[in-house]
């Protein structure tokens, strides 16, 4: 019997044989924290006494989910951050470079890692290959004392993906089907890995929102296979010796399988107060939107903003419905520019924030009041997250909010394509 | 031996119900992080708990972030253990390493208010309210010995690494 990605990889890092159930040790090939998760960390680490990084090279703070600091308080915890980074040499990213996930994914992910973050969404990484997966402050304290830490080896459910998106419908419409068809603790403890020749379809970009919210089924982490898609976009990166082929054994055993067929989908909108709440964007039409909110470590790529850019050039949006577009890192933000993206979402109207996670998770730059709704491209509804708990949030695709941004209500965005 | 009274909740409570994003400049302000703890799910929780309460929930308790605040808060409110039908990945981690158990048993016949006995070395819950014994899913050896410690942090600090 062969192995499934997550038993390779952590067989690899781990050093011995590892089949899925089995409890192991594994070498970290990437440590981080973020601005609010840091802090605690560090105290931790402090609180344990263990006074030098293992891999200081290896260990990474990001200073992303209030970026620049909207409070005193949060000043202070980024003083921290940073104090800590210099004492210790471990790598920075101050306010303003972008969301950790997309700068990892940019810049330090690589196929057959390990990488343990602060954050949930750290399964972003993923899409390359990584197997990446998020824990709390105490867990990545002894990760940067240690270099190391335990995994139980999950079991792995596989996504076979089958056929083309038609028009108007992508990753996130996939994804969003996916939670509301196995729930949203359908995965819980495991692994989602996906196959199959419609991965030769989809984008970096939509691997990554896929991946990302693997954690929203309960996922440990969501996996991607290598292929020349994965190649390309090292190369872009300027990280071409980064790549390596990466894949599952054809007789690795699953614990399930499901098989989507991109055709068959069609844009969809997760309902508050859950993600599994789902429903067909068309089936929702007549919904009032106060705020649009395009960004975030799920979808503020290039190709979203693309894509949102390519619905609203030329348009305005409804006057009753705020548009707030956030690029989720400056590299992202400089492409936008200079495709002219921005210029275009600035013409209708839209509000051009500093990457980062703010309004996300209702930290500043967005925060719902009660009674509002917003569409937004992010991967959490929960009540309250973005203000109000009397707030409504509505997750789905760039251009299903595009599309909603010019109406003023939920819209499908085949109608104005 | 662990006896407290329940709060109980429902499916699907998410870190943003315990403490949501827009109290992260409180997350170096822990005591009054605290005052908020469960304040999306339960209003008077914070005001009612008392120590050696349990939190008892439906399915997938603590989906949704990493932040190790919120079994922290949960955990300085006074609760003893957090009994659930199923806990989401990170926040069952996260509160072994704080020392809290998170147990995950069938929880559909616990209601609020009940009186609880739970005995972490046997893996027993007795309601004594409803006269019933429940028997609670055995933890991974490494988790039980980090538990044991008082949590990761001082688990290795004692031993220096992890040891399977």
Not at chain 1, 179 to 187: C, K, L, M, R, Y
Not at chain 1, 299 to 323: C, M, Q
Not at chain 2, 80 to 95: D, E, G, P, T, Y
Request: glycine letters at 10%; charged letters at 20%; proline letters at 4%.
């Amino acid at each position: 019997v062969g192995k499934t990605l997550a038993e390779k990889i952590l067989s690899q890092k781990s050093g011995s044989d590892a089949w899925s159930g089995d409890i192991v040790i594994a070498q970290v090939d990437l440590v981080f924290a973020q601005d609010t998760t840091g802090p605690l960390t560090i105290r931790q680490f402090q609180a344990g006494g263990f006074g030098r990084l293992a891999n200081p090279q290896k260990t990474a703070l990001f200073l992303d989910h209030a970026a620049p600091s909207p409070n005193r308080q949060i000043s202070n915890d980024h003083v921290l951050l940073r104090q800590f980074a210099g004492q210790t040499g471990c790598l920075i990213y101050d306010v303003g470079g972008g969301i950790c996930h997309q700068i990892v994914a940019e810049s330090l992910a690589k196929p057959g890692d390990v990488i343990v973050g602060a954050d949930s969404h750290t399964v972003t990484a993923g899409a390359l290959g990584a197997f990446a997966t998020g824990m709390g402050s105490s867990d990545v304290a002894v990760v940067f004392a240690l270099g190391r830490t335990w995994f139980r080896v999950p079991e792995s459910i596989k996504i076979v993906l089958s056929g083309k998106f038609t028009r108007g419908v992508g990753a996130k419409d996939l994804v969003l089907n996916l939670i509301g068809s196995i729930g949203a603790d359908g995965a819980t403890y495991k692994a989602l890995e996906f196959s199959g020749e419609g991965l030769a379809n989809m984008g970096m970009s939509g691997r990554f929102t896929i991946a990302n919210m693997a954690v929203e089924a309960g996922a440990k982490v969501g996996l991607f296979p290598t292929d020349s898609t994965t190649r390309d976009y090292f190369r872009l990166q300027g990280r071409s010796n980064h790549y390596q082929p990466l894949f599952a054994d054809s007789d690795a055993s699953y614990e399930r399988k499901i098989n989507i067929d991109l055709a068959s989908l069609e844009p969809m909108v997760a309902k508050p107060h859950n993600v599994d709440n789902v429903a067909l964007a068309r089936e929702l039409k007549g919904t009032k939107i106060q705020q649009v909110f395009i960004g975030t470590c799920t979808n503020g790529r290039l190709e979203d903003i693309a894509i949102a850019a390519g619905i609203l050039k030329g348009k305005k949006r409804h006057p009753e419905t705020r548009l707030i577009v956030v690029p989720a890192s400056a590299q992202v933000m400089l492409e936008a520019i200079r495709e002219n993206y921005i210029r275009s979402l600035v013409e209708a109207e839209a509000i051009i924030l500093p990457p980062g996670c703010g309004a996300c998770l209702g930290l500043h730059q967005g925060v719902l009041a009660r009674g509002e709704a917003c569409l937004s491209t992010s991967n959490r509804n929960f009540k309250g997250r973005m203000g109000s708990p009397e707030a409504f949030i509505y997750l789905g695709s760039p251009a299903t909010a595009a599309a909603t941004a010019l109406t003023g209500e939920i819209t499908d965005p085949r109608e104005v394509m | 031996l662990l006896k407290g009274k329940v709060f109980k909740f429902g499916d699907n409570i998410s870190t943003d119900h315990i403490i949501p994003g827009r109290l992260a400049h409180l997350r170096s302000n822990l005591p009054e992080l605290a005052k908020h703890v469960l304040e999306d799910a339960d209003p008077t929780f914070a005001s009612m708990v008392k120590a050696g309460d349990f939190i008892v929930a439906g399915n997938n308790f603590g989906l949704g972030s990493s932040r190790e605040h919120a079994p922290l808060v949960i955990k300085m409110a006074g609760v003893s253990a957090i009994l659930a039908k199923s806990v989401a990945r990170i926040f069952f981690r996260n509160a072994i390493n704080l020392g809290l158990p998170a147990l995950i048993c069938d929880t559909d016949g616990i209601d609020d208010g009940d009186e609880l006995e739970v005995d972490l070395g046997q893996g027993t819950v007795y309601d004594i309210t409803k006269a019933r014994r429940l028997t609670f899913g055995k933890l991974p050896k490494v988790m039980l010995d980090i538990l044991d410690e008082g949590g990761l942090v001082t688990y290795i600090q004692k031993y220096g690494d992890f040891k399977l």
